[in-house]
């Protein structure tokens, strides 16, 4: 990979609410009626996040690392993503900088977990609580989010070369 001094990358990621499963996001169990359908544990905050760093690499989505037919992906927990996520950068030679995150829900009321977030992901990617910026938010009552139906999850990244 060319020597450059920083990458920036991108993720997203939506999944649907259903009955019957557990809502973890940012590693975080959160009580709720409904939790996220997906192969794995669903964790779409991970997932976002985990999209992003492997986006500021220049290496495939967490599809191609996880892929939802393997059956090894099954319910896994979506800390293991972002841990081979973090093993890319550092491989990579690469330090993450800072990171900026945006949960998106009508339901439940997030606020009163997102330290708790912030503190798991900053012991899972080994950095300080302070370089990662955590906000949730509503989406209005708008769409499928606002309809109840679905959390999305933002993150933007930016990893530093490390000599």
Known sequence: MKRIPFRIGQGYDLHRLV?????????????????L???????CLIHALADSLF???????????????????????SKIILQKAALACKSEGYAIANLDLTLVAQE?????????MKLNLSQILRIEPSQ??????????????????????????LLQRED
Not at 37 to 43: M, T
Not at 108 to 114: A, E, F, I, Q, V
Not at 136 to 152: D, Q
């Open 37 to 43: 359908l997906g192969h794995s544990d669903a964790d």
């Open 132 to 157: 990662i910026g955590l906000k949730a938010t509503t989406n209005e009552s708008v769409g499928c989010v606002g309809r109840k139906e679905a959390i999305a999850a933002f993150s933007v990244c």
């Open 55 to 77: 986006g500021a690499l220049a290496l495939p989505d967490i599809g191609h690392h996880f892929p939802d037919n393997d059956p090894a992906c099954k319910d896994l927990d």
């Open 108 to 116: 439940p009321k997030l606020s009163p977990y997102l330290e708790r």
């Open 19 to 35: 009955e019957g499963r557990k809502l973890v996001l940012g590693g975080v169990e959160i009580e709720h009626s409904h939790g």
